[in-house]
């Protein structure tokens, strides 16, 4: 059993369209990411904070895994533990069905709030408006399930948060269908271990993940002869991070199989006078097949100053 104080406020819901799974977590504490949140793809989530029992996590992703509702997990986590009222925790299964506990020992303000598959809680806070404010958040906010959980975030940072401040957060958005293997399954993944704004990191590593997602499919798209999807996927990604070295390339890219060469080398020159090594990991990764032998890309590499590789 270990035992942490985390004054923390989380989430942990369902997305009924999609099936996904999702926690979410701010604190004043290093590393947040490496304690409160646990889940398995299909199977359900888990927030383990105040006093955390952090077994709470892995022990309560087994019993859901073997079919024990959240509920009666609870239970039997909670009937196993001497310190039960220093303990707060949620547990939610990928039916959508949840579990909370706030122990009587928690640091005022404490307390959760549950919905239809979403629970909000929330220990050591500025007053006792933070947790309702979170699940009006969620349940108001739009998008995908990741975009409502961060909207939760922010929405208690607005009221005011965890008393001492604020250090960490991080998010799990998960599959609601089982994968083949438990560490499997994960949509987004994301921490902020030391930050003065660690909420607005984590919405913006959300953002930029989600260009680098739609960078790859731009690749695939375009490595297949998929044009429009390719530049619908570019879109995307120039949207989301404009400035990103790897979407210009992919922006050079475009313009170069839509005949637009002049800008595409211009794009490239900029990238590869901006960042010598660039040039020679373009290089290698046309070489092993993985970007498009674009003509163009092609020959800037080959016009990109050779020093680059010593630098």
């Not at 598959?117 to 007053?127: R, Y």
């Not at 269908?177 to 949509?187: I, N």
């Not at 996927?233 to 475009?254: I, V, Y």
Request: hydrophobic content about 45%.
């Amino acid at each position: 059993m270990t035992n942490h104080l985390i004054a923390t406020y989380s989430i942990v819901a369902r997305d009924a369209a999609t099936g996904q799974l999702g926690v979410a977590v701010q604190s004043c504490y290093v590393a947040v990411g490496a304690a409160v949140p646990w889940a398995e793809a299909g199977v359900g989530v888990v927030a383990t904070q105040s006093f955390a029992n952090v077994d709470f996590g892995p022990e309560g992703l087994a019993l859901m895994r073997d079919g024990v509702a959240p509920a009666d997990a609870l239970r039997q986590l909670l009937d196993a533990d001497p310190r039960r009222e220093t303990r707060q925790v949620a547990l939610l299964d990928a039916a959508g069905r949840v579990a909370s506990h706030t122990g009587r020992a928690c640091v005022p303000a404490a307390g959760h709030l549950t919905a239809d598959g979403v629970s909000v809680q929330a220990n050591m806070m500025t007053d006792d408006t933070v947790w309702p404010a979170m699940l009006d958040a969620y349940l108001r906010a739009t998008g995908d399930l990741a975009a409502r959980l961060v909207a939760a975030l922010e929405a208690a940072e607005a009221h005011g948060g965890d008393i001492r401040g604020r250090q960490s957060a991080a998010l799990i958005v998960v599959s609601g269908t089982r994968a083949e293997k438990p560490w499997l399954g994960h949509v987004f993944d994301l921490r902020v271990d030391d930050h003065p704004e660690p909420v607005a990191e984590l919405a913006r590593l959300l953002r930029l993940k989600r260009a680098q997602m739609a960078q790859s499919r731009f690749i695939g798209a375009a490595t297949e002869g998929r044009v429009e999807e390719a530049l619908e996927a570019l879109k995307e990604a120039l949207a989301l991070a404009p400035d990103a070295n790897e979407t210009r390339l992919s922006a050079a890219m475009a313009r170069s199989f839509q005949g637009r060469d002049d800008e595409a080398r211009a794009i490239l020159r900029e990238l590869f006078d901006g960042k010598p090594h660039l040039a020679d990991w373009v290089d290698r990764m046309v070489v092993a097949g993985y970007i498009p032998p674009y003509p163009i890309l092609r020959e800037m590499v080959a016009s990109a100053p050779p020093s680059r590789s010593g630098q």
